[in-house]
């Protein structure tokens, strides 16, 4: 026993022995690690897309109800492995994320399989769970009532003064610069949102609850691909002409007409001298009497009694010489005027479309008859106390023209009908997009003008104003009565005492689309 415990020899085949099933255990359940990350790896990446599909889903109006169906289709075509090991369809549900509701998708799944060396160990199959979710913002889409396009100016939308914008329609600018909307004065601004590629004024959000979407992708010109129709009515050649108005007077008028007879002896009646006494008509009344109220007199007539007298001599006797007796008939007409009034009519102009050199400078009232008017030059002013009425109509801007609007008038003008674009030989398609179109300024224009708004509250404008190139100033007030007004010009500035209360008539909203903000998705866990 003492020399069998001091011998060495075997012990490698023992110690071989004694940790060849731990050698055979490892190498197994290394072989069962690797099956199940690989599981784990191709059912994470599954989950993962399912995730990701379902939650763009949901950023999408037509596919929102359906994210469920996106997610599976996505967990299917990314599995290879697993595909027949899974235990059925995986879970697909909203779920809240960060404080929002239902704003992310959550996906679960499973596979269950044998393994040998597992389940020789515990007579049980392997089961491997993953899950993934991902969160997604929607993309929204933005109008707006006042659109800046100059791509980089600081101030592309200047609010200044004591301005009143209170429109709930929205104001947009595509200037990337940080400065691109500011606000100088004390304006009163409640617009509703506020969105800007660049920077905004911090003022807007200590003084208003206006929502403020600061450097936001996918704001643009709606009306980049549009260009000004040319119908051949607009190609004819015209000049403004203010007719001018008419005087009428009128009167209450009273005629009295007085007859008289007497009778001369005398070789002729030149020469009658000596009035014979007596005769059948000398005291018979032969008077007339007419009265007329409030009618159309002479220009000329004033308040009083004017006497008219008409005589005719006839020979009554066979007589000769001075023996020849005539009869002389005196007719007396007196006219009196009563209540004399005289009203002038307006200068007035009845335009029609076509081509105006110089544009059109208003100096009377004018009436625009439906169509498209190309200003080329002095383009669209009107001033003074003058009455503008068009309803259909677009003016094209070329060659510098401008617009503008100044307080006094009396101005209503409704954008064009695509109707009567079609009419003149536009194609439905783009009458379609350039309906309700009110100035359009050519995108060969040059800018020499700011065009201006300084309306009251008889201004009423219907319609959109697109000036590509050119300022708009609006320091003043208009109105609608009909769908709305929209302004887009290369830079706004509302500023002074400027009103703008109403930029659509009740019951209406602006609904040109300037801005689609990009929808986002990531995953979260």
């Not at 950023?59 to 929102?64: G, S």
Request: glycine fraction near 10%; charge should be negative.
């Amino acid at each position: 026993m003492r020399a069998l415990r001091k011998n060495t020899s075997g012990n490698a085949a023992l110690l071989t022995a004694l940790g060849l099933p731990a050698m055979i255990g490892g190498a197994g359940f290394a072989v069962d690690t690797a099956q199940w990350y690989m599981w784990k790896r191709e059912l994470q990446f599954a989950v993962d897309q399912a995730a990701l599909a379902g939650a763009w889903a949901r950023t999408q109006t037509a596919t929102r109800d359906s994210y469920a169906t996106r997610a599976l289709q996505e967990f299917n075509a990314n599995l290879s492995t697993v595909k027949d090991m899974t235990d059925g369809a995986p879970t697909v549900a909203l779920s809240n994320f960060d404080g929002g509701a239902n704003n992310s998708v959550s996906v679960t799944a499973s596979v269950t399989a044998t393994l040998p060396f597992s389940n020789f160990l515990t007579g049980k199959a392997t089961t491997v769970s993953t899950q993934a979710r991902a969160a997604f913002t929607s993309g929204a889409s933005f109008t707006s009532c006042l659109l800046a396009l100059d791509e980089d100016t600081s101030g592309a939308v200047t609010l200044g003064g004591t301005s009143v914008v209170t429109a709930r329609c929205g104001i947009a600018a595509l200037s990337t610069s940080e400065s691109s909307i500011l606000v100088n004065g004390n304006p009163d601004i409640d617009a509703g949102w506020i969105l800007s590629k660049g920077g905004i004024d911090d003022w807007f959000a200590s003084h208003t609850d206006d929502e403020v979407h600061e450097y936001l992708e996918g704001l643009y010109d709606p009306f980049k691909d549009l260009s000004a129709p040319n119908p051949s009515a607009s190609q004819v050649s015209r000049s403004y002409e203010c007719i001018k108005g008419t005087t009428t007077t009128r009167a209450d008028r009273k005629k009295k007409t007085t007859v008289t007879y007497t009778y001369w002896k005398g070789a002729t009646w030149q020469t009658a001298t000596t009035q014979v006494p007596g005769n059948k008509n000398a005291n018979k009344d032969y008077s007339t009497e007419s009265n007329d109220s409030y009618v159309v007199v002479e220009n000329t007539v004033v308040n009083g009694t004017t006497y008219t007298t008409t005589a005719t001599w006839t020979q009554t006797n066979s007589g000769s010489g001075n023996n020849i007796v005539w009869e002389k008939k005196e007719t007396v007409l007196a006219t009196t005027y009563s209540n004399v009034s005289s009203t002038t009519s307006p200068d007035f102009a009845s335009v029609l479309p076509g081509t105006y050199s110089g544009g059109i400078k208003v100096s009377c009232a004018t009436s625009f008859a439906p169509g498209v008017y190309i200003l080329t030059g002095g383009g669209l002013d009107i001033g003074s106390q003058y009455s503008v009425v068009g309803d259909g109509v677009m003016f094209v801007l070329k060659s510098g023209a401008n617009v503008s609007i100044n307080g006094g008038s009396s101005v209503n003008l409704t954008g064009i009908k695509a109707s009567d674009l079609v009419t003149a030989g536009v194609s439905a398609a783009n009458a379609n997009a350039l309906a309700n179109m009110l100035v359009f300024e050519d995108r060969s224009s040059t800018a020499d003008h700011r065009s201006l708004i300084n309306g009251n509250a008889a201004t009423v404008l219907n319609g959109t104003i697109y000036l590509p190139n050119s300022a708009m100033d609006f320091t003043g007030t208009a109105t609608v009565n009909t769908g709305c007004l929209m302004i887009a010009a290369n830079t706004i500035s509302i500023t002074g005492t400027a009103n703008m209360t109403r930029f659509c008539s009740d019951g209406d909203s602006e609904d040109t689309i300037v801005a689609t903000e990009i929808s986002r998705v990531k995953l979260v866990g």
